[in-house]
């Protein structure tokens, strides 16, 4: 989390963790740094659960990023981890985000890289641990005949591959996710961001 502080000071400022699973990190982050108001969004209820018994100081809601975020509250800081790979609509969910934070305030985005020889890496060795015709990750995709030899050719190509991935709410698997697509999104809509990878993550600022 150094890359937060070397951003801001986070102490008395309103935060929000989209994606917060069962609220361990939206927990560590609001500790860690005084964090004065917290609030996690997830769109799994049992998970939300839990972090409400959890964290009771934090207040939890649910939050669907495939779907227009209609309110009016905005956040100064706003966390999205390991999060936006699993989403069906990547532009209504980059733009919620943005929408969550306030104008002068901070959105931090971590992703996880699955392009090019990183992404071969990643496939390699859940195929090596799982087996490809018991791999949900494949299975995800349905029936392509030849899936595996076009994703790592593509892999290898350091090609698109969002082009495997079809519409859909939901994204259990990280298969088919290209970081590229969130660059592409913040360039066409001219939005200042700052970006940087770091072993197998990407790290994105957008102030």
């Not at 934090?58 to 989403?87: M, P």
């Not at 592409?184 to 990878?197: G, H, P, S």
Request: net charge neutral; charged share 25%.
């Amino acid at each position: 989390m150094d890359y937060l502080t070397k951003e801001i000071n986070l102490e008395n400022n309103t935060f929000a963790d989209v994606g917060c699973s069962t609220g361990y990190i939206t927990s560590l982050i609001t500790q860690n740094f005084n964090i004065k108001e917290s609030y996690g969004f997830d769109t799994d209820i049992e998970n939300l659960a839990v972090a409400k018994e959890r964290y009771s100081t934090i207040e939890f809601n649910v939050l669907n990023l495939n779907n227009r975020y209609e309110s009016n509250l905005q956040y100064d800081i706003v966390t999205c981890f390991e999060t936006l790979e699993h989403v069906g609509n990547l532009p209504t969910a980059l733009n919620n985000l943005l929408k969550l934070k306030k104008s002068n305030g901070l959105l931090f985005i971590a992703v996880p890289i699955e392009i090019g020889l990183v992404g071969l890496s990643r496939v390699i060795w859940r195929n090596l641990r799982y087996g490809y015709n018991t791999n949900i990750c494949f299975k995800e995709f349905g029936s392509h005949k030849n899936l595996l030899l076009s994703y790592v050719t593509a892999l290898l190509q350091n090609s698109r591959i969002s082009k495997f991935r079809q519409p859909k709410e939901h994204w259990s698997t990280h298969f088919g996710f290209d970081y590229r697509d969130i660059d592409d999104y913040f360039k066409a809509k001219q939005i200042d961001f700052r970006a940087e990878n770091k072993s197998m993550t990407r790290f994105y600022i957008v102030k």
